[in-house]
């Protein structure tokens, strides 16, 4: 990215600008990352294509939630959907992060109406995943109901072949079509008791979305949000099957993943921060006092 900055100074898109501020956050260097961020924002942002303005506020809103400013973050995230067409796939994605970033700090009202949105203005993957968060949510909330007939509107969704900055996305509405309504089968299995067979389909769950983003353009694909979904349900089954030890492992294997969540899954602040939390609680059952204060902290 140094290179593409050397060859054109003025680059169009927000990436090149911003690798400064995620290598900063990734090393704990939160205040210079919060610096070299609004930097980008205060002087290159306008001169930015759509596409570009786009992406640095969504990544401006991921740090300021992992400061705790969520005014700002939610902000960051309304002026971003401002740059897209209702509908459009990557609006769909941002609307997905606002939704997350809504049920993250427990404003389920407002989580749930950004959902409907997607499900209304959202097309073949993008409502897919508006569906797919309204059936998690069902589940955990014990309306299995809810659930089966988030599946079933999965089932019916028209995926028409599409594609998006040139690239076939096939691959990525057949992962819907399969993966999504075994994870909401396994939520459904979790909520009832059945641990042991919600752990089996979790994991199936998991190994049919990737981890890491296999789309041409990164914000083609919201997979690793959902493989990490599979991932924490996972570790909550096997808390629920008394087994701490399969439970730390699934938690401390997702808050490894900075990479991932920091800057590359959609609402996947939130997602670490949860993380987080879980393990802290499984410290203290285990008696690992300090790793759980660590947590905490």
């Given at each position: 990215y140094a290179e593409v900055l050397r060859l054109d100074p003025d680059h169009p898109f927000a990436i090149p600008y911003l690798v400064p501020s995620f290598q900063a956050w990734l090393?704990?260097?939160v205040e210079s990352a919060a610096a070299q961020l609004?930097?980008?924002l205060d002087r290159r942002l306008e001169s930015l294509l759509?596409?570009?303005r786009m992406s640095a506020l969504v990544h401006d809103s991921r740090l300021r939630l992992f400061v705790g400013d969520v005014p700002t973050a939610v902000l960051d995230l309304e002026r971003a959907l401002a740059e897209l067409a209702p509908g459009a796939s990557l609006s769909s994605w941002v609307r997905l992060e606002l939704a997350l970033l809504f049920r993250d700090t427990g404003d389920e009202g407002r989580f749930l109406s950004e959902l409907a949105v997607g499900e209304?203005?959202?097309r073949g993957r993008g409502r897919g995943h508006a569906l797919l968060w309204r059936g998690l949510h069902a589940a955990r909330s014990g309306d299995l109901r809810g659930v089966e007939d988030a599946a079933e509107a999965i089932r019916r969704i028209p995926f028409e072949e599409s594609r998006e900055f040139g690239y076939p996305t096939t691959r990525f509405t057949e992962r819907v079509?399969?993966?999504f309504p075994v994870l909401l089968r396994a939520e459904s299995l979790?909520?009832?008791g059945?641990?042991?067979?919600a752990h089996r389909l979790f994991q199936e769950a998991a190994d049919g979305v990737p981890l890491h983003l296999d789309a041409p353009v990164p914000l083609a694909t919201t997979s690793p949000r959902v493989h990490f979904a599979a991932r924490e349900g996972i570790a909550r089954a096997c808390a629920a099957l008394s087994d701490v030890e399969g439970a730390l492992a699934a938690e401390s294997w997702i808050v490894s993943r900075r990479v991932e969540l920091f800057v590359t899954t959609p609402a996947g602040v939130g997602c670490w921060i949860a993380a987080v939390a879980r393990r802290a609680g499984l410290r203290a059952v285990s008696g690992d006092h300090v790793g759980a204060r660590r947590d905490a902290q």
């Open positions: 090393a704990g260097d609004a930097a980008v759509p596409i570009g209304r203005e959202g079509r399969r993966v979790l909520a009832q059945d641990a042991a067979q």
